[in-house]
């Protein structure tokens, strides 16, 4: 009797641990939803490809629009420089000479790009003659300039003239060259010169 009441909860044991072995294993647990350690370093590295990327272009604009002032500077001061270029004329003469007309078309072409702009010519004479002749003198080649831009349809009210004659000298001295370098119209800006607009001449 004792065997019987002992076998009983062997046989339950039994039972219950064979059917613990039917059942079917738990699942697995999910894998992670979010990305992989690869994926977040790829996406930092993209990140910081487009940040130099756009560091990059913010640079490229700039030294752009450096490079297209400093061309617009260059190209503003060599119209003025071509502007300002004195006129040379012969001994005792107020005609413009041919070797100065293409500076004069220069300076044509500049007025008309310009027309703000006002201009004062100051002749000049060597030192040979009175200083009442060297005086008409000067003043005869300051409106020689004057006359021939006139002449090709700029207006003449854009410009004031005055002589100097022998007392302002380009060289001081007394031969050739000196003298070929005092006979001469110098041009002044008087007005219109911070609005310059730059203009392409030979």
């Known amino acids: 009797m004792t065997q019987r ?7 339950a044991l039994g039972l219950v641990m064979a059917e613990c072995g039917r059942r079917p294993p738990p699942p697995p647990p999910p ?16 990140s910081i490809a487009r940040a130099r990327a756009r560091q990059d272009s913010i640079r490229a604009a700039e030294d752009a ?22 006129v040379f004329f012969d001994y005792d003469r107020f005609d ?18 310009n ?10 004479a060597d030192e040979r003659g009175s200083t009442e002749y060297n005086l008409a003198l000067g003043d005869r080649r300051a409106n020689s300039v004057r006359q021939f831009l006139a002449t090709y349809g700029i207006d003449a009210e854009r410009f004031t003239t005055i002589s100097y004659g ?37």
Not at 5 to 11: E, G, K, R, T
Not at 67 to 85: N, P, V
Not at 177 to 193: H, K, L
């Open 96 to 113: 413009i000479r041919p070797d100065q007309e293409r500076g004069m078309q220069a300076k044509i072409a500049i007025l008309r790009a």
């Open 31 to 46: 894998a992670p939803s979010g990305p992989t350690a690869e994926e977040l370093e790829r996406m930092r590295q993209d």
């Open 5 to 11: 009441w002992i076998a009983i909860p062997v046989l």
């Open 115 to 124: 027309p703000q702009l006002r201009l004062r010519f100051e002749g000049h």
């Open 166 to 202: 022998e007392e302002r000298p380009l060289v001081n001295a007394s031969n050739e060259d000196a003298w070929a370098r005092n006979r001469r119209v110098e041009v002044v800006i008087t007005a219109g010169g911070d609005q310059l607009v730059p203009v392409a001449v030979p």
């Open 65 to 86: 629009r450096r490079s297209a002032e400093e061309a617009r500077r260059m190209d503003i001061q060599r119209t003025r420089d071509r502007l300002l270029e004195m």
